[in-house]
């Protein structure tokens, strides 16, 4: 299976807080994953820990690599950048990877790079992975926070994602 791509300085074990979302399903297209994980404005709609999605630059709806854009998040306004961006081929994993950031002064900022893996496998199984590492004093204090709200707020983002792409499939059949 395909591995998130890492830039320099934000390999998971160096970071200040890493982690990590996975889910196998079926009866999910790509295509129908792709298009609300690519879209930011549709994240509110299966995903309640989004709010005011919003490009820069008159880029959008849909992301790019190199586009910026922002959205709230985890009581985070998160200014973010596409650094990677691979849409569905036959035979290779779909990519979205950002960098985003928040605060300005060394008690706030928090730097992330988030990344989304979509990938079909045998058996007509989908999998679909969202790894993300951290940097800053607030990521030191979410790492020991009980129980772990990454963990479980990007759980909510792929058992939304799935649930909608579910609907959208069904819809479309």
């Given at each position: 299976?395909?591995?998130?791509?890492?830039?320099?300085?934000?390999?998971?074990?160096?970071?200040?807080?890493?982690?990590?979302?996975?889910?196998?399903?079926?009866?999910?297209?790509?295509?129908?994953?792709?298009?609300l994980l690519n879209t930011p404005h549709l994240w509110p709609t299966y995903y309640?820990?989004?709010?005011?999605t919003r490009f820069y630059d008159d880029k959008g709806p849909e992301l790019a690599n190199g586009d910026r854009f922002y959205f709230e998040t985890f009581g985070f306004p998160v200014e973010a950048q596409v650094v990677e961006h691979v849409p569905?081929?036959?035979?290779?994993?779909a990519r979205i990877a950002w960098h985003g950031w928040a605060g300005n002064t060394e008690?706030?900022?928090?730097d992330v790079h988030h990344a989304w893996l979509i990938e079909e496998l045998s058996g007509g199984r989908l999998r679909i992975l969202t790894?993300?590492?951290?940097?800053?004093?607030?990521?030191?204090?979410?790492?020991?926070?009980?129980?772990?709200?990454?963990?479980?707020?990007?759980?909510?983002?792929?058992?939304?994602?799935?649930?909608?792409?579910?609907?959208?499939?069904?819809?479309?059949?």
């Open positions: 299976m395909s591995d998130i791509i890492w830039p320099a300085g934000y390999v998971p074990g160096f970071t200040d807080n890493y982690c990590s979302n996975e889910v196998i399903v079926t009866g999910v297209s790509i295509e129908s994953v792709w298009t309640a820990n989004s709010a005011n569905p081929v036959l035979g290779q994993a008690e706030d900022r928090l790894q993300e590492t951290q940097l800053g004093k607030p990521a030191l204090a979410l790492a020991k926070a009980k129980p772990n709200p990454m963990i479980n707020g990007h759980q909510d983002w792929l058992d939304g994602l799935v649930a909608e792409a579910l609907n959208t499939s069904k819809s479309n059949n």
